[in-house]
């Protein structure tokens, strides 16, 4: 072995071992391109209710919708005093729609949770006084054209603490209303052994705070009467409007149709059966 050429081959090894690596190219980074995001079609809004404003006529004969009853058909032993029929409301006069009848209408569904509630409260001696139950809509229009007169002969008993414009603004009324869908009633609760309303600590229609369910000026008894009234209903399928202790309207609100037919005490149910004239002799 030739020992001298060793150091020469180890060098050569070491310059060998000793040489940078040479620098990787590194492809710049690729910029991401967000994934796009799936167009989700927002679905439109649905109307709340359509307008119905003539019934079919036949022969002199007047029909009912077909989703309509009269209450007391459902419920016959229920009380009913239509305020808007006379002179006792915040109006002073009978309001439009309801000058051809008495007979409180609802929805069936609705008329059913008033039957509930009426077989609960009958338990405890006591049962439901109706105030308004169906309200054509034309006598939204009527509050609404009497809002923008002066006459106020009814202030001081059913509105003192506002304006006629107030009304609206506390949204005691609006121009539509839940009762011309049929699902609304006002109502109170009596005792059926002497009639007499229960004191709620206020009338109906009287426009004011003191008016909330949960006005904290009333009562114990006044308290306790207006929660029986408000749990009995509630458990029967109805709930309450918070700024008015005797407004109800149904919880499950589908199929809404606002309705515009005067109140009639004689209209046929369009189930029923028509008569068919007999075929012509051949």
Not at 46 to 63: C, F, N, W
Not at 64 to 69: D, V
Not at 92 to 118: F, H, M, N, S, V
Not at 250 to 271: A, G, M
């Amino acid at each position: 072995m030739n020992y001298r050429a060793l150091p020469v081959c180890f060098l050569a090894i070491l310059c060998q071992c000793s040489q940078p690596e040479p620098t990787a190219t590194v492809a710049p980074p690729v910029p991401e391109i967000p994934a796009e995001k799936p167009v989700i079609e927002k679905p439109k809004k649905q109307p709340r209710a359509t307008s119905v404003h003539k019934l079919a006529e036949g022969e002199g004969e007047i029909y009912m919708p077909a989703p309509l009853c009269y209450l007391d058909e459902v419920v016959p032993e229920i009380k009913v005093d239509l305020k808007y029929c006379g002179n006792d409301n915040f109006v002073g006069r009978p309001i439009d729609g309801y000058t051809t009848g008495k007979r409180a209408i609802l929805r069936k569904d609705t008329a059913e949770c008033l039957r509930k509630a009426q077989q609960a409260l009958a338990a405890k001696g006591y049962g439901l006084l109706i105030w308004d139950a169906y309200r054509p809509h034309r006598a939204m229009e009527d509050f609404y054209n009497w809002s923008k007169t002066p006459e106020e002969s009814k202030k001081a008993e059913f509105y003192p603490g506002i304006t006629k414009q107030g009304i609206y603004e506390n949204k005691y009324i609006r121009r539509a209303s839940e009762h011309s869908w049929g699902i609304a009633v006002d109502l109170t609760i009596i005792d059926l052994e002497t009639g007499q309303e229960l004191d709620m600590g206020g009338r109906h229609d009287f426009l004011d705070v003191s008016s909330a369910t949960r006005y904290p000026g009333l009562t114990a008894e006044q308290r306790a009467n207006r929660m029986l009234l408000r749990n009995t209903m509630d458990a029967a399928g109805m709930r309450n409007y918070k700024r008015e202790w005797w407004h109800y309207f149904l919880k499950e609100k589908k199929n809404l149709v606002r309705y515009d037919f005067p109140l009639c005490d004689t209209l046929i149910s369009e189930t029923d059966t028509r008569i068919t004239p007999p075929a012509p002799a051949p």
